[in-house]
């Protein structure tokens, strides 16, 4: 059965540090997540933001983590770029301060383990936003979760209103891991919705016809979803939109 650990407390943080370490430091400074270093000087106005390069390091033991078949580490936030590093290994990488990224750490954990998380938020020109009238705080600015799952498990799903169908019909598309057969179970409750979703490859795909209640600012409206798979399953909350720019004009639910 899934389970969410925040993974948020004592990390190790440097500005310091040149490279991602091998071993635990011993002299760098305590923080729990979420933190930015530019907490100070991105608002005292001495003209002294840095930007930069820090790192963050964490070490656990592989016998304090519940077992399981598979383990995800979850990195809601970290501005503007960031390396996972699991014990050396350089795991993957991630531009773009304000997207979730989710990484496999199952196969590189060893009985005891270091955690390195490497953040960038200097001057480039590949990362957006490149102007903006706010500051670009560095740091690790969300939660880290670790995610514990089945083997046969959800990776991720999507659930949008069709284009056009006049807010009447949905799609969900569910990644699921390859060892599924038949099928994935998509659970609306406020609107009485249980379907199944045929999964083929690890891939499922649903068009369906509903009367979902959209988000407007004045009546915003949100619904709980599920999906689930042979003893797996993920929640979201939703809400049902559309948004369209039309010359100077931005157009909510067609008002």
Known sequence: MRQIYNFNT????????????????????????PHTWNNIDGQDGGNDLYRGTAFYAKELEKMDLPKAD????????????????????????????????????????????????????????????QHADFTFYGGIYRDIELIRVPKVHVKEFKIALEPDSNFRKIRVFGRMSEEITGTAILTIRELGIEKEIPVLGGRGELLFEAEPEVWAPGSPKLYYVELSCEGDEVRDRVCFREIRVKGMDIVLNGK
């Open 70 to 129: 598979r383990y995800f580490l979850e990195i809601q936030g970290a501005n503007s770029s960031a390396i996972l590093y699991v014990n050396g290994k350089k795991l993957a990488n991630h531009d773009g301060g304000y997207s979730t990224w989710r990484v496999d750490i199952t196969d590189v954990l060893e009985d005891k383990n270091l955690f390195v998380v490497e953040v960038d938020n200097s001057q480039n020109d590949r990362v957006y936003p």
């Open 10 to 33: 004592k990390w190790g943080f440097s500005k310091e540090a040149v490279e991602a370490p091998t071993t635990m430091p011993e002299r760098w400074n305590w923080v729990n997540l």
